[in-house]
């Protein structure tokens, strides 16, 4: 197989999830979409900021609804060197807490095909869904096939790009990271080019609901994903 030339990344798409009608999940305060929405921003803004010759495209900068397919469409269309997906978690055990990273690939565990279906459910939403994700049923684990299928000529780059982001959270801020793992994710399907949706923590876990509604934690997170673009950015354009 020829491997995809990327020798640049030069542009770089921030998806914050969910947002309008879609409000994913939440704690007893705070909504995904506006944590996700927040430290998106953020993330953007210390690239724009200190790394002029990147372009940075964001699917969304307010409260706004959009498809999965169409997250993936502006991705596609702008050919970005990379897309990051901004998530936040949750599970029935308040105690869990902590970060983790996903690419595209086959789940190892329930854990992850949990969150991947999870995420999965907002096509649920869009009209004439099933022609539109080309009969993928988000609750149906034969669905998740398909994705064992697609091995990513990306998915060595994402990995790369995924293991320095936990890297960042651990070593640099402190947070508890449950590493980078591989799920079933229709928008990092969809997206050709390297890609990784990073939940930020759980909003179920009372101390890191607190963390992530703070704009002291959103910038922290914020500032991990920022230098581990940057360092990504480096490896890439050191193997030219």
Not at 93 to 102: D, F, L, S, V, W
Not at 103 to 113: D, I, P, Q, S
Not at 163 to 172: A, I, L, P, T, W
Not at 189 to 200: C, F, G, H, Y
């Amino acid at each position: 197989m020829n491997r995809p030339a990327v020798n640049t990344v030069d542009t770089v798409v921030i998806d914050a999830g969910h947002g309008g009608k879609d409000p994913g999940t939440h704690g007893q305060f705070v909504k995904e979409k506006d944590v996700a929405l927040k430290v998106a921003l953020k993330v953007g803004a210390y690239i724009e900021k200190n790394m002029p010759g990147v372009k940075v495209i964001y699917t969304r900068k307010g409260d706004k609804y959009l498809a999965l397919d169409e997250r993936a469409d502006i991705a596609n269309k702008a050919k970005a060197d990379l897309f990051i997906c901004i998530h936040a978690n949750a599970v029935p055990r308040e105690e869990i807490y902590g970060t983790e990273t996903y690419v595209m690939g086959l789940h190892k565990t329930e854990g992850n095909l949990d969150v991947a279906k999870r995420e999965n459910a907002v096509i649920l939403l869009d009209n004439n869904y099933e022609q539109r994700y080309e009969g993928f049923d988000p609750n149906s684990p034969e669905s998740y096939i398909l994705f064992s299928l697609a091995q990513s000529a990306f998915q060595e780059s994402s990995l790369k790009f995924a293991e320095k982001v936990e890297s960042q959270f651990k070593s640099r801020l402190g947070r508890k990271s449950h590493g980078v793992k591989q799920a079933g994710f229709w928008v990092l399907w969809r997206t050709a080019m390297p890609s990784v949706l990073i939940e930020v923590g759980f909003l179920t876990n009372k101390k890191e609901e607190k963390f992530l509604s703070e704009t002291n934690g959103q910038e922290l997170i914020a500032s991990g994903i920022y230098r581990a673009f940057k360092e990504y950015k480096a490896h890439v354009e050191a193997i030219n």
